[in-house]
C-alpha cells in the first residue's frame, strides 16, 4: 500500500490532470477521491461537471446503448462508501486489518467484488439508477480510508431490462462473480429470489417482490414482514395521522403491475388494522399520464388520505390532478419513494402539502445528525447533481449493512461468513440514519419521523430529533 503522502501526492496530480484537461472524463471512483482530497471539482468543457448519468465507466466496449446505460451482463467497477467506525483499512480486534489469504468467490488479494442487478432499461429507463449511486458513494467514502482489510470494493452491475427471466440469469452470474448482493433495485426482482438462496449469497438489497421478501437471504434495508396477512409494517405510521388529521377515508393509487396490485393488497391489510379500511383503489395503467378522473372521483368520495404504488412520474401527475380539480386529501401520502427532490421539480406547486412518514432521517436534517451528512458530502462527490432520494437512502444503508458484515469476517471474507453474520443484525441503526430495523428476522420497522413539503422543500415536522418508536 502506498504510504499517505504518496496517495495524496497522486490524487493532486489526478485533479491537477483532470482540470487542465476538463474534457476528459473521471471514473466516479477517480472524481469523488479527487474531490475527497481537494474539496474542489471539474466542470467539463461542455459545461457539465464530467459526471456519467448511465451506469459509468469500466463496462465492456460497444455495450452501451445510446443512451449511455449498461445492458445485459455488463461489469461496471466503481469505488465508494461510509466511514463507519473504523480507520483506513478497517479495524477488527483494535488492530488494522490486513488482508487474508482468501480468494473465493469476488475475493481478491486487493479487492472485494460486489454484485448489483438493478433494473437500468426497460420501462422506466434509469430507474435503479439512483439506487445504484447510493452504493458508489457509500464504496468510495470507504476506499478513501484504505477499503475493508487493505482490500478496495468495487461494485459490478447488470442490468434485468425489466425483465423477471433476465434478473434470474443475471443473479446467477453475479452469485459466481460477488461476495454479495448490494443495493439492487428492481420490480421483477422475483426472477433472482431463488437463486440467492440455492447459491448461498446474501441480498442486501430493497426487495419488492413476494418471493424476494421472503428469500431467506435477502436482508433487505427497509423489512416488510413476508408471513401472509401481515401487510407493509405500515401501522405505526397510520395511526399517527389518524391521531393527528383524524384521516378516516384511505385510498390507494397503484400503477397495475403485478408488484402495485400485491403492494396494494398488503396496504389494504394495514389500514384495516389501523381501524381505518380502505374506500376506493385506483389501478392504473403503467403508461398512463392523466389522473383527472381518479382525482376527481377521490374528490367525490372525500378521500383524506392517499397512499401509492407508484414511480415518481406517476405520483407526480396525480399531485397535479388533484391540484387541477381543486381538491387535496389532508394527507397526500404517496409512499416512501416519493421522498427526493424530483418529486419536488415535476408536480412544482401540486407538491405542497405532501406528508409522508420515513423509516430514515433525511438529508435536509443533515445538521442534526452526522451520518447523514456523511451521506450527503458522499453523494454529492460521487454522483453530482443526480438525485438523492428513498432509493439512494435506502442502498447506502445496505452498503453500510454489507461493510460491517464485511469487516465481521476479518481478513478472509468468504460469501458463507456474509450470510452468517447477516443473519446475526437484529437492531441495526446506521449509526443513527434509521431508527433501528430487523433485517434478519424480516420485522417491519417500528420507528418512523414525519417530513412535509413546505415552501418547496422537504422539512422534518416530527418528533422534534430522532424518530417515534
Known sequence: MLPKRSIALALSLLLLTATAACGSRL????????????????????????????????????????????????????GGGRGGSTGAGGAVGGATCRPGSATGIGVTPTEINVGNVSQITGLVPGFAQTSINGVKAYFNMINSQGGVCGRKLTLLTADDRFQSATNRAETEKMAGQAIALVGSLSVVDDGGAPIIDSEGIADISL?????????????????IDPTPDAGNGLGGILSYFKSTDNISKPAIFYQDVATGANQAESYKKDFERAGIPVVA?????????????????????????????????????????????????????????????????????????????????????????????????????????????????????AADMFVSALRAAGPDPTQAKIVAHMKTVTNYTGNGLVGGINPAQKKAPKCFNVIEVRNGKWVKTFPAKGFQC
Open 281 to 397: 383503489t385506483y389501478p392504473v395503467a403503467p403508461t398512463a399520464t392523466n389522473f383527472n378522473t381518479q382525482a376527481n372521483d377521490m374528490k367525490q368520495k372525500g378521500v383524506d388520505f392517499v397512499i401509492t404504488v407508484a414511480e415518481v412520474n406517476a405520483m407526480a401527475n396525480l399531485a397535479k390532478a388533484f391540484e387541477s380539480v381543486g381538491y387535496f386529501p389532508k394527507v397526500p401520502f404517496y409512499g416512501a419513494q416519493v421522498y427526493g427532490q424530483r418529486f419536488l421539480q415535476l408536480a412544482g406547486k401540486a407538491a405542497e402539502g405532501t406528508k409522508v412518514g420515513l423509516i430514515f432521517a433525511i438529508p435536509e436534517d443533515a445538521a442534526n445528525n452526522p451520518a447523514v451528512a456523511s451521506l450527503e458530502t458522499w453523494y454529492a462527490r460521487t454522483a453530482p447533481g443526480a438525485d438523492l432520494d428513498f432509493f439512494s437512502v435506502v442502498s447506502w444503508l
Open 207 to 223: 426487495a419488492t417482490t413476494a418471493p424476494r421478501i421472503a428469500a431467506k437471504n435477502n436482508y433487505t434495508p427497509n423489512p
Open 27 to 78: 471514473s466516479d471512483e477517480e472524481r469523488a477521491l479527487a474531490i475527497a482530497a481537494s474539496g474542489s471539482g471539474c466542470a467539463s468543457a461542455d459545461g457539465t461537471d464530467g459526471s456519467l448519468d448511465g451506469a459509468g465507466e469500466g463496462q465492456a466496449a460497444g455495450d452501451a446503448p445510446a443512451d449511455g446505460l449498461a445492458t445485459g451482463s455488463t461489469i461496471v467497477t466503481s
